[in-house]
Every structure is written in structure tokens, then in C-alpha cells.
């Protein structure tokens, strides 16, 4: 099985990835993962790639591409996520697998309305040191997380101005890259919980196991 995933922030698409690599014994492939790793080895390429991520642009198509293809490279099973980004990424990933002989088996996508994302997102509160999170009202901005006692943080990402304009973002590339898998996506609603929308991706990729 070789698949990619998506869905909107706050959908629970990096805990689903997680568990569905381990369920089906995939190699769980993170760009953005990736591309740290790069950068921390201070390799030629990481140095180029710290670079591009500090002056705040996007990391290019073909550092992206030969990133994840060098990786891809070495697993016959796995789950990419994070990537592609555009549809040049999906056309030129679907050329190399080709070369590779190992085609797609699909793209998944979790789905939730956009209220919902900006209602599970917005006014959420992170431990910068643990990962920890809680909402307003219950928490506030300067509290002491549960977990280890850092002040908790209101991240940019997640002020409902930013949410909405990632939302902007994220249906501007699904928009393409549904059209683009067309009869190889399976869309999955990402509603209820997280055991539920694992219940029901188990049974979805269980057509490619
Ligand atoms: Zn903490």
C-alpha cells in the first residue's frame, strides 16, 4: 500500500496518519519532518533548505521533490504526509513512482466543515515545551501548563484570522488535487472522534492491504 494524506488543520490528519502507518505497516513519511531532519544533519541541501524556511519563503518544488523521492526510494510500503503540495508535486510524484514501478494505490482525504475547524482551532492554547494544549475560557493566555508548568501560549497559527486564511489556502490545493486523483481518492469524514474516524479509514484502506 502506498498512499498520500490530507485534511485541513484540525482535522486529527497527523494522529490518523500516525496510526494507520502502524496498522498497516507503512512507512510514515512527513515533509515537513523531513525537511527538519535535513536541516539538522547540515547537510549541502539542508544548509540550502534552513536558508529558504529562514527568510520565510516556501521550500522549492525541486528541493521538496528530491527530498521526499530519496525516501520513497527506499520503502515499498508507506504514507505520505505533508506532500504534494501543488499539482507539479503530484504530477512529478506520479512520474517517478511510475519509474519506480510503484504506483499509487490512493489519496485520502479527511474532510470536516470549515466551522468546525475554526471551532476546534480557534482559541486554543499550547505548551511551547510539551506540545500540551487546552481552550479558552478554561485555560488562559500566561497559565501554567498541567504538564510540565511553562506559560501557556495563544500560537498565531491558531487565531481565527490565520485559521481562516489557511482554510483559504487548503481548499485552493484540494480543490486541484481532487480533480487531479479524481477515481484514486477516498474522502473520509473526519467528524466525531478520533477512534470513530479511525474505525472508519481502517475499513477504507483495508481494500488495498
Ligand atoms: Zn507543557
Same mark, same amino acid.
Given at each position: ?89 503530484? *504530477?512529478?510524484? %506520479? =512520474?517517478?513512482? $511510475?519509474?519506480?514501478?510503484?504506483? !499509487? ?5 479527511? &474532510? ?41 501560549? *495563544?500560537?498565531? %497559527? =491558531?487565531?481565527? $484570522?490565520?485559521?481562516?486564511?489557511? !482554510? ?5 490545493? &484540494? ?35
Amino acid at each position: 500500500m502506498r498512499i498520500i494524506f490530507f485534511g485541513p488543520p484540525g482535522s486529527g490528519k497527523g494522529t490518523q496518519a500516525d496510526r494507520m502507518s502502524k496498522r498497516y505497516n507503512l512507512h510514515h513519511l512527513s515533509t515537513g519532518l523531513l525537511l527538519r531532519e535535513e536541516i539538522q544533519k547540515n547537510s549541502e541541501l539542508g544548509k540550502r533548505i534552513r536558508k529558504i524556511v529562514e527568510s520565510g519563503h516556501l521550500v522549492d518544488d525541486a528541493i521538496v521533490n528530491e527530498e521526499v523521492f530519496s525516501k520513497v526510494k527506499e520503502y515499498d510500503r508507506f504514507l505520505l504526509d505533508g506532500y504534494p503540495r501543488n499539482l507539479i508535486q503530484a *504530477e512529478d510524484l %506520479d =512520474d517517478y513512482l $511510475e519509474e519506480e514501478k510503484k504506483p !499509487l494505490s490512493g489519496a485520502i482525504f479527511i &474532510t470536516i466543515p470549515d466551522t468546525e475547524v475554526i471551532e476546534r482551532l480557534s482559541g486554543r492554547l499550547t505548551c511551547s515545551r510539551c506540545g500540551f494544549t487546552g481552550k479558552q475560557p478554561m485555560y488562559h493566555s500566561g497559565d501554567a501548563c498541567i504538564r510540565c508548568g511553562t506559560a501557556l501560549i *495563544e500560537r498565531n %497559527d =491558531d487565531r481565527t $484570522e490565520v485559521i481562516e486564511q489557511r !482554510l483559504v489556502h487548503y481548499h485552493d490545493l &484540494t480543490k486541484h488535487l481532487e480533480k487531479y486523483y479524481n477515481d484514486r481518492l477516498l474522502i473520509i469524514d473526519g467528524m466525531g472522534t478520533v477512534d470513530q474516524v479511525t474505525l472508519r479509514l481502517e475499513e477504507a484502506l483495508s481494500i488495498w492491504e
